[in-house]
Every structure is written in C-alpha cells, then in structure tokens.
C-alpha cells in the first residue's frame, strides 16, 4: 500500500492537511498526519486542534512514498525551520519520491534548493520564495517529482493531483466523481 505523510506544525492551514489527508484515504492510500510539534495535537491556524497519527520519526518517514506540506502561517515558517524534516525532503526528492507543498508551503521546497529548474506555484505575492524555479499560476503544478498547489482554495484539486501521482489518473477521476467535484 501506498504511504503519504502531511506534516503538521503548528499554524498550518486546515483546509490544505485535512483535504489531502481525507480524499487520499479514500483511494485507499495509507495517509497519515505527521506531528513536528512534540505532541500528537497540532493547533492550525484558525485554532482548530488536530490528533496527528505519530510524531514525527526520520527513519520511519523515510519509507513513504509522497511527502505532503500544508501551508498556513505561521505552519509554512516551521516547517521551513525543521532542520530535519528539511533533510528528510532533500532525501526523498533525491530518491525519486513525491515532495509536494501548498499555498507558502512551497517556500520550503525553495529554500531547500529543490526548485532549481523547476516550475512551481505558491500562495499570490511569494512568488520570490520559490528560489530557483519559474514561477507559475496554475491551480496545481507538477514538475517531476514535485507538486506545489497555490491556496486553500485549491486543496481539493491539489488532492487529486497527489492521487493520479501515487494511485494513477483512474484513482484520481473516481474519487473526484465519488465527491462530486467538477
């Protein structure tokens, strides 16, 4: 079974960790919320506190397939500052394996030198945080092995994107059928 791990910090936008993690599941990925805080409960950025599946475990981590950063702020800031997590993404990209990012997640892909020569979109007016890349406006992004989305209002086909790259285009139409999403 495919894995997929959203890391939550503290502040991350709900609506972009909770959609991926919700339409993943049911594609039959083993999604998981990854705690960087040092206790299974994250606050979001609206306040809303989530019980994450495990705290965060490099060695563990390193087996999954698709590595997933939700934005919000401060969330996308703290993300940015895990020198191991940052690590992690380095490893995983290296590998081949998925590293998406949305809304000022994708900061974070820039910052670790991951963009280079890459299209990427982010959250309207941080463009300048994708160092490396060209930056673009599209809902969704894929470029080899990164997939960047640009806000909370794209979370669902942000989602599905993350599903046609794990499960294949099939999966993806099914569950957008499944929730009515056109």
Avoid at 108 to 116: I, K, Y
Wanted: aromatic fraction near 6%; charged fraction near 15%; glycine fraction near 10%.
């Amino acid at each position: 079974m495919k894995q997929a791990l959203i890391f939550l910090a503290e502040g991350f936008e709900e609506m972009e960790a909770v959609t991926p993690l919700d339409l993943l599941r049911r594609a039959g990925v083993d999604a998981k919320f990854v705690s960087l805080s040092g206790t299974l409960h994250v606050t979001g950025s609206h306040g809303v506190v989530y019980r994450a599946d495990m705290l965060f475990d490099r060695n563990l981590a390193a087996q999954a397939d698709m590595f997933i950063l939700p934005g919000g702020m401060p969330g996308a800031q703290h993300l940015q500052d895990h020198v191991a997590l940052g690590e992690l993404l380095k490893t995983a990209y290296a590998a081949g394996k998925w590293v998406c990012a949305i809304c000022a997640a994708p900061m974070v892909l820039g910052h670790l030198g991951l963009l280079q020569g890459k299209k990427a979109t982010i959250y309207p007016g941080m463009e300048a945080r994708l160092i490396g890349a060209t930056p673009v406006t599209e809902c969704v992004c894929c470029d080899g092995n990164i997939i960047t989305s640009r806000a909370p209002g794209t979370a669902i086909p942000f989602a599905l994107a993350l599903i046609a790259a794990l499960m294949g285009e099939d999966a993806a139409k099914a569950i957008q059928s499944d929730i009515v999403f056109d």
